[in-house]
């Protein structure tokens, strides 16, 4: 390879003859700045072949033979066409300028591929070993995929290169071993220039997809370790770049000092986790990971459809920060995790015990099993203002199956908009029949001391909001300031509590909710030490059945402690528009024994108030009753009217 330097070949005018002068000026031109070769393969007249005498004179078929002529400081513009050549850029090409006539003219295509068994082997297309230099306006295509191959695209030595305005084209993997790079740094101990720093290196305004029939999509840009890590000398910058199609993973950094700002980071692959039971499918796994890296800027990033939407391997990232300076699709991530993950689900499996799972906008389509103590917090209900977090899942339920399973004491879910009834974006109608919320199971482990609030719940159609698990103990339940809607076709129910434990402490709480919509009941009680309280209770569509029931299904139980109601006018519930405003019994004598306590409760336009069935046992107090057909209703259909204190 030839190298030509300007700057230091000079002629002692004053020691030659005239002669000589004009023999070395008709033979060699040299000018003693920078100027411009041209490469041109469509050019008849092209030559092929580097050492041209005067290489700013002709113009060249080939641009490695254009490099090899060219001078530091030099530019090397490329006309339309492609060109499938590799290409080198020598360390003593400083301030070199490669020029295309633009992405959608000029294409350069790589020759070189390395065996997958020999990973991680570089064959570079092309590699930048000067400083300073300036490549732009190509579509730099990698070669065709080829199985058992990969291509290591762009590799980048020097320091200073700016790469900006190009289409990167990279191989599309045929298997999982075969993924290609398009753009990638040495690494500091492999990098062959004196410097072994990429300090300064600017990508910005640049494309990357993918191309050939592959399946496992490409890897965009990663950057490594320089000599200087953990403190390098200079700043990198990956700027204003889009990455689309076939995207396994956009970018990874192992350098510090890195800001990535203003990119968008998209996949059509589906989302999943690469590397999940090493049974290797093509998926969206990562949009940026940061290895073990310090000083990582991260802002104003569009960032989509990734498993690991962010992957922080050295803890250098705020996730709090990064999902308020950046933009999400999905954003779900735990305070001791290590990403912010697409699914919820993968959220709370990062987690460990008292960690927070902050879950941004978005609607998210899967189940959920909550295993240890967590808050979960939702982004809000705002579902017009784009910012709510909606969980909906749209897979039919299993029998036994839940939408939402907490299963871990001390859990706290909230500002969610939970949909069951998987309605899509109108979230009312739907007809999906969602088995919502359960704590505990069947019989299942003590789970006490949860809270749900702060949520909506859209039932599933003939199916509840939120439920217990029988015979479970879920001391310290509390239910409250949520929003239920019960669609119009579904007749859902909202809170169901089953029997507890034997032994359970109760105190299980449903305070300060609202239920809407064709309800068949709006709180169900099957317990003892249960309190229902403050809530508002509307069947607006047409008449539900029941706003608050008191029963005992089984048959032959004595559950006591349950307040409908409370001891001031505050602490009361709305209840309107249902056949039975409040149901406390059993349709039939079977020894039950539900004791009740009713007080100030507004009941409002209901068939029956009151519907005081078998086993009953209750007090009433200061309750206040408007527009219903009749107040109360007893077993033997006998009427008698209370009239509030």
Request: aromatic share 8%; proline share 3%.
């Amino acid at each position: 390879m030839k190298l030509r330097d300007r700057n230091v070949r000079r002629i002692g005018v004053a020691a030659a003859s005239l002669s000589v002068l004009v023999l070395l000026a008709a033979l060699v031109y040299l000018p003693a700045y920078s100027a411009t070769i041209s490469v041109d393969a469509g050019d008849g007249s092209c030559v092929s072949g580097s050492g041209q005498t005067n290489p700013y004179a002709v113009v060249y078929c080939g641009i490695q033979d254009a490099i090899d002529d060219a001078a530091a400081g030099d530019t090397v513009s490329v006309g339309a066409g492609t060109y499938v050549e590799d290409l080198v850029i020598p360390e003593g090409l400083t301030g070199l300028e490669l020029a295309g006539a633009g992405s959608g003219s000029t294409t350069v295509q790589g020759v070189a591929n390395v065996l997958s068994t020999s990973w991680p082997v570089v064959a570079p297309n092309i590699e930048v070993l000067a400083d300073d230099v300036a490549l732009h306006g190509f579509t730099l295509r990698g070669p065709d995929p080829v199985s058992g191959y990969y291509s290591s695209g762009m590799v980048i030595g020097g320091a200073g290169l700016e790469v900006y305005d190009n289409a990167f084209e990279v191989p599309n993997a045929i298997t999982v071993d075969d993924i290609s790079q398009g753009l990638q740094t040495y690494s500091g101990v492999n990098n062959p220039t004196a410097g072994q720093e990429v300090d300064g290196l600017n990508v910005h305004n640049n494309t990357f997809t993918d191309y050939g029939a592959g399946t496992f999509g490409f890897e965009g840009i990663y950057i490594n370790p320089d000599t200087g890590d953990p403190t390098p000398g200079g700043a990198l910058t990956l700027a204003n770049n889009s990455f689309s199609g076939d995207v396994v993973r956009a970018i990874t950094t192992e350098r510090s000092n890195v800001a990535i700002t203003g990119n968008t980071l998209g996949s059509d692959l589906p989302v999943a986790d690469l590397l999940d039971d090493l049974v290797y499918t093509p998926s969206a796994w990562q949009g940026v990971n940061v290895a073990a890296a310090q000083d990582i800027t991260l802002t104003g990033n569009t960032i989509s459809g990734f498993w690991q939407q962010v992957k922080d391997g050295g803890g250098s990232l705020v996730f709090a920060n990064v999902v308020a300076d950046n933009t999400f699709d999905h954003s779900a991530y735990a305070s001791s995790g290590v990403a912010i993950f697409w699914f919820i689900q993968d959220a709370i499996d990062d987690a460990t015990a008292g960690d927070t799972v902050s879950v941004g906008r978005g609607t998210y389509d899967e189940q959920l099993v909550i295993g240890i103590q967590l808050t979960l917090n939702g982004n809000g209900t705002d579902v017009a203002g784009g910012t709510a977090t909606i969980l909906q899942p749209t897979a039919a339920p299993a029998p036994g199956e839940y939408d939402v399973e907490v299963n871990a004491s001390g859990t706290i879910l909230q500002s969610f908009v939970f949909d069951f009834n998987g309605s899509g974006a109108t979230l009312a109608d739907g007809s999906r029949s969602g088995n919502g919320i359960v704590v505990s199971d069947l019989n299942g482990p003590d789970v006490t001391g949860v809270e749900i609030k702060f949520n909506d719940i859209y039932t599933g159609d003939a199916n509840t909001g939120i439920q217990t698990g029988k015979n479970a103990d879920v001391s310290g339940l509390l239910v409250q300031n949520n929003d239920f809607y019960a669609d119009a076709t579904g007749f859902g129910e909202g809170v169901y509590i089953n029997p507890l434990k034997a032994g359970s402490a109760g105190n299980v709480q449903v305070l300060d909710n609202t239920f809407q919509g064709l309800i068949f009941a709006g709180v169900s009680v099957e317990a003892s030490d249960v309190i229902v309280r403050g809530n508002q209770i509307h069947s607006d569509v047409s008449k539900g059945l029941y706003g608050v029931r008191f029963i005992d299904i089984t048959g032959g139980q004595t559950y006591s402690g349950v307040e409908i109601g409370g001891p001031s006018a505050s602490d009361g519930n709305l209840i309107e528009a249902f056949q039975c405003g409040i149901r406390v019994g059993t349709t039939t004598d079977v020894g039950s024994s539900l004791t009740a306590n009713i007080q100030w409760n507004d009941l409002r336009n209901n068939d029956v108030a009151i519907c005081m069935k078998y086993g009953t046992h209750a007090t009433f107090a200061d309750n206040i009753f408007t527009g219903n057909l009749a107040n109360i209703r007893y077993p033997l259909l006998l009427y008698f009217p209370l009239i509030a204190k």
